[in-house]
C-alpha cells in the first residue's frame, strides 16, 4: 500500500542478540509521506518485510509522543536523528529528502548492551535510580503541601532537570558513554528543593558511585548530551553535581 | 431491581461521610513479622501499579512488579499531561470533598458508586501532600504556594500541575519511591516481562504466568495476592491516544478466569486531539484539556468555509460550546464536548482538509494575557503587536510544549492559527469489576486505577485519572489488602511445580504454537486495523443497534479470519514484538465483541456511551434510571458467551438528574 511518493534507502544495525555479532542491513523504503513520523515509516518497513515473509526490524518505540523515553535511534550519526529537542517518534519524514540514504544504528554504550537489533538494554539506568534517586519517605508522612513553600524560581529550575525521560540519548551522543547529564538532572532536581535536601550528599555520592559502576564513562565537557537531549536538559545540572559530589565527599570524606 | 447474589459490593454501613474512616480504622491487620512472608504481585508499572508496590513494600510485603517495558518509568501513565485534582480549596473558591465528590458522580452521569467516589475524594488531598514530599516539582505561585488550574466538568479550580507534563512528574515520583524499595531488596522488579495468565488454585489467585520478552521463556511466579495495574483498553480502536503498547492482556486473562469485567462499553472520547492525516498513522496525539482553559473552540457559522481561520469575522464564527453551554462554556465534560464537534462536522460545518476537525483558538486569551502583562509593567497605549507579543509570552510559559508538539506534527504553528483538533479515544471507565477493597471477583486478585471500572461511572472527569490511579495505590490498597491477606497468613508460598501452574503454563505455550502455526498471510496489525475500524464506525462515539448488531459478527468473522490467516514471523526464544502484539491482538479482538453486547444491552445513553435512539430533544445523552442504573458485570462463559450480572447503583446522597451544563 503507497502512503505518500518518498523513497528512501535505510541502512540498519541488524543483530541477533547480545552475544552475536551486528551488521548493517540495506532495506528500501518506498512510498512514503513526508507526514509520517520515523517510527510510522519503521512501521511500513516491517509491514513489507512480513508480507514478503521475512523478519521484521526489532526497535523499541511506546508512546509515539515524546514522554516515555523508550524509542532509541541513532540516525545518521545522531541520537534521535537530525532534528533538535525532539524524541524519534516525533521526528517526521518532512526532514528528509526523497531519495536520501538513512543510517539507523541502536545507542552505542557498553552500559546499553544490545538486546536485538536497535533495542538496547537501559535497566543500568534504574538501578543508578534505586541507588539514591529519591526522597526517602514513605507513604503517610507527608505534611500538608502548602506547608513546605518553594520560591517559584527553585520550582521551576527543578521542573526543567526533572523534564529528563530517560530515554540515553546524552550516552549515545557522548564520545565517552557519560551518564552525567541523566544522573546530574535527577541529583539537581531533588537538592534544588527542601525535600530533598536532607540526603543530598549521600544521594549524589551513591548515584555516581553506581554510575561508575555500570560502566559509563566520565565527563569531558563537551556538551554533545545537551545538544542532542530531546528535552534540552541542561549542562548546567552538570556543574551542580559536581559541586555537591565535592563537597559531599569533602564532609563525609568517603572519596 | 436487585444485585445479582455473585456481587457483593462490601459497602461498609454507615453514612458516606464516615464510611471510609470507619472501615479503614476497623479493617483487619496483618502484624509486620506475617507480611514478611506474604508475597504481592503487582503487574503493571504506571501511577497505580507503582504507587501501589511501594507502598506495600515499605509496609512489609514481599513485591514482585512487572511490566512489558524496559523500564517502570515508561508505563504510560507518563504521557497523563494537563493535571491532578485534589479537593484542597487551596483557591478558596469553595471546594470541599463533598464538591468534588458531586462533581465526579455528576461527570460521571450517574452511574459511580457513591462510596467508593467519596473516598477518593476523600484522599485527594493526601496524594499531592505525598507528590510534594518526594519531590514532585508541581507548579508553584510566586509566594511559593502551589498554583491551581481549572479543568472540565468543574467551576472550581482544583487541578495540580507540572506545566503539561503532571503525568510525567508524578510517575517519575512513584517510579523514584519504587525504585527506593527495589535498591532495599524488597522489591523484585520484573522489566520486560508480560503477564500472560494469572494462576488459581481453589478458586484464589495465586501467582502468574509471564513470559521474559528478552528470552522468549515462559515462567512461573507464585504471590499469596496478585493485583492487575495494567492500565485501559483504548487500543481496541487500533487508534487512540494510548501506547502503542497498552493492552487488555492481563485484564482479559482474568476475566478468563473468573473475574467479571465492568461496564466495557464505558469508552472516553477526549474532544481535543490531533485529527487524524492519513492511513499511515499508528496513534493519536492529545491536546490537553487544559487547553480549554485558553482556547475557544469554533467553527465558521458557514458551510464548507474556504476561507483561513484569520479571515473569518468574529461574527462569522460559531463559538458553539458557549452558545448551548453558556454556564460552563468551552470547559464541559469531555463527553459532551466530544459530541459537539461531532455533531458540527458530521453537519458539514467541519474545518481543514478533512473537513474532520474544528478549531481551538487561542487568539483572544493572547490578547487578554498581552494587556494584564502591559499594565503590570506600566506600558502605556501599548500597539497590539505589543501586547499580542506579550500575550504571546504568558500562553507560551503555561503551554509551550503542548504548542511545540502540535507544530511537530502538523506542521503548522498554533501561535500564528488556531489549532484544528478532533476527538479520539483516550480512556475507559469500563474495566474489570472490583468491591470496595479493589478486589474482583476472583479472591485474591485485585484491580487497581484504569484496569478497575470503579470511580468514573460512564465519563471520567479531567485531571481525575492520575487521582484515581494514586488513590488506589498509595491510599487505598495498603489497607484494603489486609481484609484478604490477614486470613492467609497461615499460607506458605506454593511451590511453582503445582499443577495449577504447570496447566496454566502449558495452555500459554499451545497457544504461542498456535499462532506460529497458522503461517498466514496477514500481519498482526492488519487485523488490528480492521478491529479498529469496526469498532470506531459502530462502538466509537456515537452506536445504535443496528451498527452494534453487525458489528458483533463482523468481530466474530475477524476473529476467525485472525486464527486462520495471521502471520507471525520468527520464533518464541527471542526478543519478538510480532509475537507480542499477537497475543495482545488475540485478546482484543474477544474484548471488542463484548463491548458491543454490552453497549447493545444498555438501551440508554449515559455519558461516553451515546446510543443514538435514546437522547433528548437538543440531542443530549437520554438516561434510563428505572431500568439501567446499574453496573454491567459480564462474566464469561466459553467462546463468545458472556453472562450478565447486575450490580444496583444506589444514590443515597446525590439526587439522580439529567446532567446539565448549559
Known sequence: ?255 | MASSSKLNAKIPEGILENKWTKYRSTVHLVNPANKRSLEVIVVGSGLAGSSAAASLAEMGYKVKVFCFQDSPRRAHSIAAQGGVNAAKNYQNDGDSVYRLFYDTIKGGDYRAREANVHRLAEVSGNIIDQCVAQGVPFAREYGGTLSNRSFGGTQVQRTFYAAGQTGQQLLLGAYSALQRQVGMGAVTLMARHEMMDVVTIDGKARGIIARDLVTGKLQRHFGHAVLLCTGGYGNVFYLSTNAMGCNVTAAWKAHKKGAFFGNPCYTQIHPTCIPVSGDHQSKLTLMSESLRNDGRIWVPKQKDDKRKAKDIPEEERDYYLERRYPAFGNLVPRDVASRAAKERCDAGYGVGASKMAVYLDFEANMMRYGQIEANKKNIHNPSKETIRALGKDVVKEKYGNLFDMYKQITDEDPYEMPMRIYPAVHYTMGGLWVDYNLMTTVPGLYALGEANFSDHGANRLGASALMQGLADGYFVIPYTIGEYLSEEIRTKAIPTDNEAFVKAEAEVQERINKLFSIKGTKSVDHFHKALGKIMWEKCGMARNAKGLTEAIAEIQQLKKDFWSDVRVPGEQYEFNTELEKAHRVADFIELGELMCKDALNRNESCGGHFREEYQTADGEALRDDDNFAYVAAWEYKGESNFELHKEELKFENIKLAQRNYA
Not at chain 1, 541502512?11 to 547480545?18: A, G, Y
Not at chain 1, 518553594?150 to 529528563?164: E, L, N, Q, S
Open chain 1, 1 to 255: 500500500m503507497s502512503h505518500g511518493n518518498m523513497n528512501l534507502t535505510l541502512k540498519v544495525w541488524k543483530q541477533k542478540n547480545k552475544d552475536t555479532k551486528g551488521r548493517f542491513e540495506t532495506y528500501d523504503a518506498k512510498g512514503i509521506s513526508p507526514d509520517m513520523s520515523f517510527l510510522e515509516m519503521f512501521d511500513v518497513v516491517n509491514e513489507q518485510l512480513i508480507s514478503s515473509g521475512k523478519e521484521p526490524i526489532a526497535f523499541d518505540h511506546d508512546c509515539r509522543e515524546g514522554i516515555c523515553g523508550m524509542c532509541s535511534m541513532y540516525i545518521n550519526g545522531r541520537p534521535h536523528g537530525p532534528k533538535g529537542g525532539i524524541t524519534t517518534c516525533q521526528l517526521h519524514m518532512r526532514s528528509f529528502k526523497n531519495g536520501d540514504t538513512i543510517v539507523v544504528e541502536p545507542w552505542r554504550s557498553a552500559a546499553f548492551p544490545v538486546i536485538k537489533d536497535l533495542a538496547v538494554d537501559r535497566s543500568s539506568f534504574d538501578r543508578i535510580m534505586s541507588a539514591g534517586g529519591f526522597v526517602s519517605v514513605n507513604t503517610g508522612n507527608a505534611k500538608d503541601a502548602n506547608n513546605i513553600l518553594i520560591p517559584k524560581d527553585d520550582a521551576d529550575t527543578a521542573f526543567d532537570a526533572a523534564a529528563c525521560i530517560g530515554c540515553g540519548a546524552c550516552v549515545a551522543a557522548c564520545k565517552n558513554s557519560s551518564a552525567m547529564l541523566f544522573v546530574s538532572a535527577k541529583v539537581s532536581q531533588l537538592s534544588l528543593l527542601p525535600q530533598g535536601k536532607i540526603e543530598k550528599q549521600d544521594r549524589v555520592l551513591n548515584m555516581v558511585k553506581q554510575m561508575d559502576e555500570e560502566g559509563f564513562g566520565n565527563c569531558t565537557n563537551t556538551g554533545a548530551c545537551e545538544a542532542e537531549c530531546p528535552k534540552s536538559i541542561s549542562l548546567e545540572n552538570i556543574a551542580r553535581m559536581n559541586r555537591e559530589y565535592l563537597g559531599a565527599s569533602f564532609t563525609q570524606n568517603k572519596v
